[in-house]
């Protein structure tokens, strides 16, 4: 019976940790987009984009970029990736786009060249706040 437990209890740890930490490197971090210290939620006719583009060495390009799926009743996302599965740990600058009729409404400012929002993704990442109205200086 103590094998039993023993066993039992070691198969419930493992299940735990496979959970906990994905086992597959990917993150699934969530943030939010906040201006005038409320959530930013688009307006009728109008989406947000958030796209998380790879921050690689002078001269190189990003070649994936990873989108994240963004609830849009509540101005929050949670990075999913192309297979919905999360994003490689790395740092990323982080693109918010407000769409309405096919163009941004931000006119570029936050787009994937010149956003100023740039993150460390990794396991201690819980949450990022993206605030509209305090961008970190460029």
């Known amino acids: 019976m103590y094998r039993f437990m023993t066993l039992c209890l070691v198969l419930v ?29 688009p307006e009728e006719g109008e989406f947000l984009a958030i796209t998380f583009v790879p921050i690689v060495e002078p001269g190189q390009f990003a070649m994936d970029y990873h989108f994240a799926e963004v609830d849009q009743d509540a101005g929050t996302f949670t990075a999913a990736g192309k297979d919905l599965k999360g ?14 009729k096919k163009k941004d409404q931000f006119g570029g400012k936050y787009d994937a060249e010149k956003s100023p929002f740039v993150f460390d993704i990794d396991s201690d990442t819980d949450e990022i706040v993206i605030d509209l109205d305090k961008p970190p200086p460029a």
């Open 87 to 100: 994003i490689p740990e790395g740092k990323y600058r982080v693109a918010v786009e407000l769409m309405k």
């Open 13 to 41: 740890m493992t299940m735990g940790a496979i959970g906990c930490g994905r086992g597959d490197g990917k993150m699934r971090t969530r943030g939010r987009v906040v201006k005038g210290g409320e959530d930013f939620i």
